[in-house]
Each structure stands twice: as C-alpha cells, then as structure tokens.
C-alpha cells in the first residue's frame, strides 16, 4: 500500500465529509488514537475538538501524559474526568461482554453524548482497525468502538455520525502511517492498549482498589518489559486468590498473570520466551505490591487464547 497516497486520501476524506461542520474525537494515547487525531487535526484544524475521557481505567499518569504530548505537537486536548460514571457502570459486574458493553454505553450514550451536545460536533472520529471488526462481527470479543458493523445506527443512538479512516489498516499499517506523519517514536512504537483500558485486565469485577492494584503491575511489566522488542505485554489481576506468607503469618492473596507476545497484526500470537532471570525480577516485584502473592506467566499462543483475558 501507498501509506502518503492514504493520508492524502484520508485528510480529504474527513474535509469532504464533515464540510463546514465540527468533529469531536477521543484521545487515548494508543497509536490508533493518536494517527486518527493527527489525521484529523491536518484536515480540520480548530474545527476539531480533542478530549481525552479519564475513565479510572487508564495506566499510571496517562491522562496527563497524553495531554502534555499532544500540547507539544500543537494540538489541544481538553481532559474530562469521567472517573465516577464508569465506575458506577462497571460495580457489580463479573461477565467480560457485560463489562465491555458498560464501557461502551457509558462513553457512548451518556459522556459523549454529552460532550457531543456541548460542543455541537455533528461527526465522530474513531481510531477502528480492521482487526477490530473482523474480532467483533466474529464474535469473539466485542470492541468498545465497533457500532455499524454490528447493525447500531450511531446517529440515531447516540446522536452523531462515525467517521473511521484506520478501518482498511491493520496495527502495523498503522504504524506506518503514523511514521510517515512525523508522530513521536513514543506515539509510533507504543504497544497496543484496549479501547476498554484496563477493565479487559481485571477478570471479575472492576473496583477502585482492584484497579489500584492492576495499575501498579502494569507499570512494572511495562517498565521491565520495554526493551523486550515484543508486540504487546501486560499484566492482568484474576479473580481467583491464593494461600500465601506475608511477615509470617498467612495472606489469602492476589493473583497477577504476566503475559508477553509477538505479532505483527493480533489475529495470531506467540509467547515471547523471556530469560528468567527477567522473570524472577518481575515477579518480586509485583509480589511486593500489597495484597499480591502470586505471579504467573502465561505461555498460551493466540489461538487459543485471545492476546487480552476480558
């Protein structure tokens, strides 16, 4: 593919189609995000408004991270703290469909739609890959910002049209197309991160302290992990607990998986074979984080796993 003739193709394509109108996008931070706000932003300048949802589920710092970077590229990004909406969304759910579809109706139907209204926006742009779809309309896991593939009108859901220029590309086109519009290596090189955040990295319910906790294991394996080449890794809290010592007395503890892949595109994986020594220095750490007593490290390939656990 001719990836400057694309961007060429795209910025045209979002100027044709919104026209003298107003476009609202969310901001994550992931590389998809990012591609479609610079794509966006050339097409449109102040005509597009730029907002990044603190939705609780986000890494550690992430939300003012992302709002400094893109101030340095020239593009303003309005934060909104959303915190108690998905929380109160997600309390009491166990189910990872129903986990996913609380995150997409409450980013969709009530914060966007409000954010939508405030701003007058009559179009929105997604940062949809093609793996998105086809994982969706297969149905093997539900993709918080798939909507007309699955049959929902988002106008007359949600009051908006959907413009998705990513969804001919898989991540590593992605990348390239990120490359080519001179977007920080940070932007370009970054792992993938879920549209859900980090509700897909906790199996059961999604709580405040549950989150503190997957957090902070996040941040380890990341900083750990970072020279490791691979495509995507993690680290994910389950539900289950496990008989542990703590200052010698008996901890009922908390159970975190490390999980490390290779790919080029998602649909397939395989497990990065990371030295134990790297192991060992991961696991001591994360079983320093209060209330964790296990660490384990998933060999499992995509099939049959997925790459994340929700």
Same mark, same amino acid.
């Given at each position: ?57 986000? /890494? $550690? *710092?992430?939300?003012?991270? &992302?709002? #400094? %970077? ?68 297969a149905g093997i896991k539900r993709q918080h ?15 908006y049209s959907v413009i998705e220029p990513?969804?001919?590309? /898989? $991540? *590593?086109?992605?990348?390239? &197309?990120? #490359? %080519? ?99 060992? /220095? ?29």
């Amino acid at each position: 593919m001719d990836y400057k003739q694309f961007i060429d193709q795209q910025i045209d394509h979002i100027k044709q189609t919104v026209g003298p109108e107003k476009a609202i996008n969310a901001l994550s931070g992931g590389v998809d995000s990012s591609t479609v706000t610079v794509l966006a932003h050339r097409a449109l300048g102040d005509r597009l408004k730029t907002v990044f949802v603190d939705s609780a589920l986000m /890494r $550690k *710092d992430e939300p003012q991270r &992302v709002v #400094k %970077l893109f101030a340095g590229m020239g593009i303003p990004v309005e934060l909104v703290d959303a915190r108690e909406e998905f929380l109160s969304a997600l309390a009491g759910l166990t189910d990872p469909e129903e986990k996913r579809n609380a995150v997409t109706d409450t980013f969709y139907s009530k914060v966007f739609a409000r954010l939508v209204k405030e701003s007058g926006a009559k179009f929105l742009l997604h940062g949809t890959i093609l793996t998105d779809i086809e994982e969706t309309v297969a149905g093997i896991k539900r993709q918080h910002n798939i909507l007309a593939q699955l049959g929902i009108d988002p106008e007359q859901s949600y009051g908006y049209s959907v413009i998705e220029p990513l969804k001919t590309l /898989r $991540k *590593d086109g992605v990348r390239e &197309v990120a #490359k %080519l519009l001179d977007m920080p290596a940070e932007i370009t090189n970054r792992i993938p991160f879920p549209g859900p955040a980090l509700a897909t990295r906790i199996v059961g319910e999604v709580t405040s302290e549950r989150l503190d906790t997957v957090r902070e294991a996040t941040a380890i394996v990341e900083e750990e992990l970072g020279d490791s080449g691979a495509f995507q890794y993690m680290a994910v809290l389950l539900s289950d607990r496990a008989t542990g010592i703590r200052k010698n007395k008996r901890e009922f503890g908390q159970i975190i998986v490390v999980r490390c892949i290779e790919s080029t595109d998602a649909r397939t994986a395989t497990v990065t074979p990371l030295p134990h020594d790297k192991l060992n /220095r991961i696991s001591e750490r994360i079983t320093q984080i209060p209330g964790v007593n296990r660490c384990l490290y998933d060999l499992t390939p995509k099939p049959p796993a997925t790459i994340e656990y929700i």
